[in-house]
């Protein structure tokens, strides 16, 4: 499987980005994804995550409210919509595939895209 995250960009705090994930190389629709980040000097943390299906999502509470994960299977591809940033929002955003576990850590994904990064500006 290969992952291919798209997207990020330098935007002042409040605005948005839409960050996309063009997935290939297996079905799609059987893999739970999601989306994480890791900023400078930290540990990469899980921010969202979405069903196969896209029956059920979840978020880090940082983000709740102001993030949100889709996904188009007929496209392939995985969605992070970021409104309201804030600097802290500041990393290199990952997005990854799992089949199998749900919900999904950093620790147990199978497949990794390269990362895109988002900064924001004060």
């Known amino acids: 499987v290969q992952l291919q995250a798209s997207g990020g960009g330098l935007v002042q705090a409040g605005g948005s980005l839409r960050l996309s994930c063009a997935v290939s190389?297996?079905?799609?629709?059987?893999?739970?994804m999601g989306w994480f980040r890791q900023a400078p000097g930290k540990e990469r943390e899980f921010v969202a995550a979405?069903?196969?299906?896209?029956?059920?999502?979840y978020y880090t509470d940082s983000v709740k409210g102001r993030f949100t994960i889709s996904r188009d299977n007929a496209k392939s591809t995985v969605y992070l919509q970021l409104n309201s940033l804030k600097p802290d929002d500041t990393a290199v955003y990952y997005c990854?595939?799992?089949?199998?576990?749900?919900?999904?850590?950093?620790?147990?994904?199978?497949?990794w895209g390269k990362g895109t990064q988002v900064t924001v500006s004060s």
């Open positions: 990854a595939a799992e089949r199998g576990s749900w919900p999904l850590r950093t620790d147990i994904m199978d497949y």
């Open positions: 979405i069903r196969y299906s896209g029956s059920s999502t």
């Open positions: 190389g297996r079905t799609f629709s059987a893999y739970d």
